[in-house]
């Protein structure tokens, strides 16, 4: 097994993304290719013993693609970048997956153009999983679609069904429409059609579910558009931050009180800020290309990368690729009738 690692992607790359390698092949035994300028890389991973990076080679890459730049106009442009040659050893069969915590646009791209679609895919996305008081939900898309038709959202909805299943061990995965109320009539024109294909899926649809619904973990996989999507991600991320430093202001406020609650809470705190840490999950895999990409936040250090690497070996595994192609074929005929009736404002997304 073998992952394509963009070494030059994140805003704490190279050295975080090295570590994160060297920790994920000495804990799982994983190859890594490390895919990036190779001077520099092979300079960082002298700090590290032979016998523990003995599973980590280099391949070079002489451009990067930075955070900021236009995701296709940079994929045309710098063809020989860190993201762009990932992606190609993993199209080529040199590697089997491919993590980056780079441009998120730019790995898209990157996946689109060296794998392809899987067959019956229109639009991929872009999944991420989100605590729960009961285990943790799935949402996409996250990012890579703003503007989508109903039945881009009921492919979502079967490749969330199949992560799920597949990867996260849920055999009759809850499937929930996000909108702004529980009755099918609520919600945009879109959601509103893609409620009714949805509801006449053999998925195990349980109907729309509403914002705070999402950490009550009332459905394993939930779907919406790019758009909301990201701005749920990075609006929870946000709120999380923001808790943990009003408790942290409060505790110091009234030092001797933090002494005895320390001492009483302080495994509860460490559990809790596990759950809810980012780099637990190391990435949110880009479900409907047909290869295996894993993105990770722009803020990965070491530990995300290495359960992103972790992460990318169990897609590998699962082949999740062509089992969404399976799923994908019970739709083919719903999704077919929809295409034939669009609406002009859905034919305007196309």
């Not at 799920?164 to 849920?170: D, F, G």
């Not at 109320?181 to 899926?201: D, F, M, P």
């Not at 790019?226 to 009003?246: A, M, Q, R, T, Y």
């Amino acid at each position: 097994m073998r992952i394509a690692v963009d070494a030059m992607g994140g805003d704490y790359a190279p050295q975080e993304i090295i570590k994160g390698c060297i920790h994920g092949v000495k804990e799982y035994g994983y190859e890594v290719i490390l895919v990036g300028d190779e001077s520099i890389i092979k300079t960082h991973l002298m700090e590290y013993s032979p016998k523990v990076r003995k599973n980590i080679s280099v391949y070079h890459a002489e451009q990067v693609i930075g955070m900021g730049e236009t995701p296709l106009k940079a994929c045309k442009e710098k063809k020989n970048s860190s993201i762009m040659v990932a992606c190609k050893l993993v199209a080529d069969g040199l590697a089997d997956g491919v993590v980056s915590a780079g441009n998120s646009g730019a790995m898209l791209i990157a996946s689109v153009i060296h794998f392809g679609l899987v067959r019956g895919v229109t639009r991929p996305a872009i999944a991420a999983l989100f605590p729960t008081l009961s285990g943790f939900s799935m949402i996409l898309d996250v990012g890579a679609n703003v503007d989508c038709r109903s039945t881009h959202l009921l492919q979502f909805a079967v490749m969330g069904h199949t992560y799920a299943k597949y990867i996260l061990n849920k055999p009759v995965p809850r499937v929930g429409l996000l909108s702004i109320g529980e009755e099918e009539t609520k919600g945009n024109e879109v959601t509103r059609q893609a409620y009714e294909l949805l509801k006449r899926s053999k998925l195990n649809f349980i109907g729309n579910v509403e914002g705070y619904d999402i950490f009550e973990g009332k459905a394993d996989v939930i779907v919406c558009d790019g758009f909301i999507g990201n701005v749920i991600l990075k609006l929870s991320e946000g709120v999380i931050d923001v808790v943990f430093k009003l408790l942290n202001n409060k505790l110091r406020e009234k030092p001797i009180r933090t002494k005895l609650a320390t001492l009483v809470v302080k495994s509860m705190f460490k559990d809790v800020k596990k759950l809810i840490d980012y780099s637990e999950y190391g990435g949110a895999p880009l479900l409907g290309v047909n290869g295996v990409c894993i993105i990770s936040h722009g803020k990965s250090k070491a530990n995300a990368i290495k359960n992103a690497i972790r992460t990318a070996v169990e897609v590998v595994e699962q082949r999740i690729g062509q089992l969404i192609c399976l799923e994908l074929e019970k739709i083919k005929e719903l999704i077919k009738e929809r295409e034939e009736n669009l609406t002009s404002w859905e034919v305007t997304t196309k």
